[in-house]
Each structure stands twice: as C-alpha cells, then as structure tokens.
C-alpha cells in the first residue's frame, strides 16, 4: 500500500536516489540524467528550512522505498506568497498507478492548510500522460512556451498549467 506524506530529514538521501533515477527513465524532466548535482546534506538542508514558507516535498512511499514526490515552492515576494511552482516524479515501474493523483489529493489538503490559493507548474506539450494527470486534479492550460526545451535534438514547446484552490 503506498502512503503519501511529508518529507523528513532523514529521507533526504533516499529522495536524491529517486530523483536521479526519475532524471534517469523519464525524457519530461528538466534536468537529463546525470546533469543535476544534488546531495542527501543539500536536501536535509532545504527540508529543514520548511516552515519558514509554504513550501514542502510530499513523497508517496511503498515497502519502506520513495517511489515519487511532489515538490512545493511557494513563492518568496510578498505578492507571490499565495503561489506555489510544481515538480513531480514517480518512480518508472510506479508510474500510472495513480500515485501522482494521491500526491496532488494530499496536496490539495496541504495548500488549504497553507493558505495557497494558487498551484503552478510547466509540462512539456509532447507529455500526454503528465497533461492528463494534471487535468484530471483540476489543472488548466494558460499559456505555452514555445521552443522553450531541446530534447532529444528537437526543441520542445511547454504549456502552463494552474490550478486555482478556493
């Protein structure tokens, strides 16, 4: 059974794991494998400092391993601090399982909890799966960056996605 919750210090290495191995299996990431240069120590730091905004890494676990997270960052301006930007990852062999719809559920209650009013987050226009999931947990299309990535030797246009919490 998978839980879904907030990271802790301690899981600070088994997130950097994943999330290489995210940048790894997937070409919808930003960062391609291997380019980001992230450690256990940097994480612990960024999670300790949560609560100083409302920003937060929530995980989905599975039989003691992270298989995905969703980062939150909330905006740091004081005309931003209701906004939050968006990252996700899930594990390949947990992809479509509905783990990233379990994140963005906690998710919802978390922003409520955090007074955020606004969730947003960029996707690549080639990432069916990704667009779906995030407009089946109530995300819309604003605008679209063109040309805004090269992957794979082709540049990749990005839509906008936001989603309005009441």
Request: hydrophobic letters at 40%; aromatic letters at 10%; zero cysteines.
């Amino acid at each position: 059974m998978i839980k879904i919750r907030e990271i802790t210090p301690s899981d600070s290495e088994k997130l950097v794991q994943l999330i290489e191995e995210v940048e790894k299996t997937s070409d919808f990431m930003l960062f391609e494998a291997g380019e980001r240069k992230i450690s256990g120590e940097q994480f612990r730091k960024r999670i300790e400092s949560f609560g100083q905004d409302a920003s937060t890494i929530l995980v989905a676990e599975w039989q003691g391993r992270l298989v995905g997270y969703l980062i939150v960052v909330a905006g740091s301006a004081n005309r931003a601090k209701h906004s939050a930007y968006l990252v996700i990852g899930i594990s390949a062999e947990h992809r479509g399982q509905g783990i990233g719809s379990q994140l963005f559920k906690q998710l919802n209650a978390w922003a409520k909890d955090h007074q955020l009013h606004r969730l947003e987050l960029t996707v690549m226009e080639s990432n069916a799966a990704g667009i779906a999931l995030y407009q089946k947990n109530g995300f819309e299309i604003e605008g679209i960056k063109k040309d805004s990535l090269f992957v794979n030797g082709q540049y990749e246009h990005e839509y906008y996605m936001a989603k309005l919490i009441g």
